[in-house]
């Protein structure tokens, strides 16, 4: 059974830095996209950053420049580095695998994490 699992959330002030870690585990043969999204209260889900097995990464218009994702293939983890936090980037952060292949099974499948919650305040 694959699980996916963020850590590394908290309170900022605005200005600080956050560090995000996601792991994936279970069964895995590879997965294509690695990312991270938030969903602020009162509002959708937003993408903030992916990351494609080949290396390419995407970012909302929001946190380019401020926020960076990386990738460690090996371990199945995902980390998304925040600098330059604003209160705007308030939301509780889930990472997604998505295009999973699992050793024995047919497919490909998505699966997301529980969340993890970042406050940025003075």
């Known amino acids: 059974q694959v699980q996916v699992r963020e850590s590394g959330g908290g309170l900022a002030q605005p200005g600080g830095s956050l560090r995000l870690s996601c792991v994936v585990s279970?069964?895995?043969?590879?997965?294509?996209?690695m990312g991270w999204y938030r969903q602020a209260p009162g509002k959708q889900r937003e993408l903030v950053a992916t990351h494609i097995s080949g290396g390419s990464t995407d970012y909302s218009d929001s946190v380019k420049g401020r926020f960076t994702i990386s990738r460690d293939n090996a371990k199945n983890t995902v980390f998304l580095q925040m600098n330059s936090l604003k209160p705007e980037d308030t939301a509780v952060y889930y990472c997604?695998?998505?295009?999973?292949?699992?050793?024995?099974?047919?497919?490909?499948?998505?699966?997301w994490g529980q969340g993890t919650q970042v406050t940025v305040s003075s």
């Open positions: 997604n695998a998505g295009g999973v292949f699992e050793i024995g099974m047919p497919g490909t499948y998505d699966y």
């Open positions: 279970g069964s895995i043969f590879s997965i294509n996209v």
